[in-house]
């Protein structure tokens, strides 16, 4: 048994019943579910339609995402969480790096990384050196002013917390940022890569080990190990190159406004609606999530 799931941004509901209604009597599915009324609806199938991807692309123009899975067993125990571009809408190199007066082209090498066209590991050495000097107080000016959360974040979290799910954030980004961003949105752990300091200025180093593409996948093993649960029961998010391992390894992965080369790998991808969409994906309806 599958379940097809349909929903878009919550704040800009544009979800019909007529949409719904027509997709399930194409594909002989069961009665529809509304999650959230203009938000999120959901029906059951007894097998993955052959057309799916066609009908996604469509979807797609009208600001719907439409997700397919099985419905077994689709309700997780964990969060696994990338940082950047997921659970806040920055890159917060580019940012340094745009205090540091090097923002254009740091961005460049973010964005060809993340898009998996360069080695993340060397990327990041590359772009780090060049915030050599930066000082140290940028890192507090960049969280307070530059630094917005993913809309939906602070419900996914303590609606899974809730219903006893555990909360993990594991970044290539910065133990400096993913701190500050864990605390807030009520993560119960995070991982990221340390930002080398001396004299309140940074020195263009990363501690070692860096924190890459397997060390997320390591996370996801040695966090599910640790909680006695499987990587069959976790749901993570990502939205780059460097997120695909633990997006594969993961029971539910989903590419959230992810680079295309990315999503092209995932099956469940999410272009339009915010975290809450993972919510929607579980089965949980808005009436269910955890007040914040």
Not at 15 to 36: D, F, H, M, Q
Not at 78 to 103: K, P
Not at 219 to 230: C, D, F, M, N, V
Request: charged share 20%; proline share 3%; hydrophobic share 50%.
């Amino acid at each position: 048994m599958h379940v097809a799931t349909l929903l878009t941004n919550p704040a800009t509901p544009v979800l019909e019943a007529p949409l719904v209604e027509n997709l399930r009597n194409a594909w002989g599915g069961g009665a529809a579910r509304w999650l959230a009324p203009g938000v999120a609806a959901e029906f059951d199938l007894s097998m993955r339609p052959a057309k799916q991807w066609e009908v996604w692309a469509d979807l797609q123009g009208m600001g719907v995402d439409l997700c397919v899975q099985k419905a077994e067993g689709r309700r997780k125990a964990m969060l696994l969480a990338d940082m950047d571009s997921t659970m806040i809408q920055q890159e917060c190199i580019d940012e340094l790096a745009d205090m540091a007066g090097v923002g254009a082209h740091v961005a460049g090498i973010t964005a060809r990384a993340m898009n998996g066209e360069l080695d993340f590991e060397s990327a990041l050495n590359e772009r780090v050196g060049l915030l050599k000097g930066l000082p140290v107080g940028v890192i507090d000016q960049v969280l307070a002013e530059r630094i917005t959360y993913m809309p939906g974040g602070k419900l996914l979290i303590a609606t899974m917390k809730a219903h006893g799910g555990h909360a993990a954030l594991v970044s290539g980004g910065f133990t400096a940022f993913t701190a500050k961003v864990a605390a807030a949105l009520g993560f119960d752990e995070n991982r990221a890569n340390t930002l080398l300091e001396e004299n309140g200025a940074l020195t263009g180093k990363v501690g070692l080990p860096i924190l890459g593409k397997q060390a997320k996948v390591d996370a996801l093993e040695q966090i599910t190990a640790r909680l006695g649960i499987t990587p069959a029961e976790v749901i993570a998010v990502g939205d780059g190159a460097n997120d695909l391992g633990m997006l594969h390894l993961a029971g539910s992965g989903v590419a959230l406004h992810a680079k295309p080369s990315v999503a092209a790998q995932c099956e469940l991808r999410v272009n339009h609606g915010d975290l809450t969409a993972l919510l929607y994906l579980q089965g949980y309806a808005r009436e269910d999530f955890a007040a914040v």
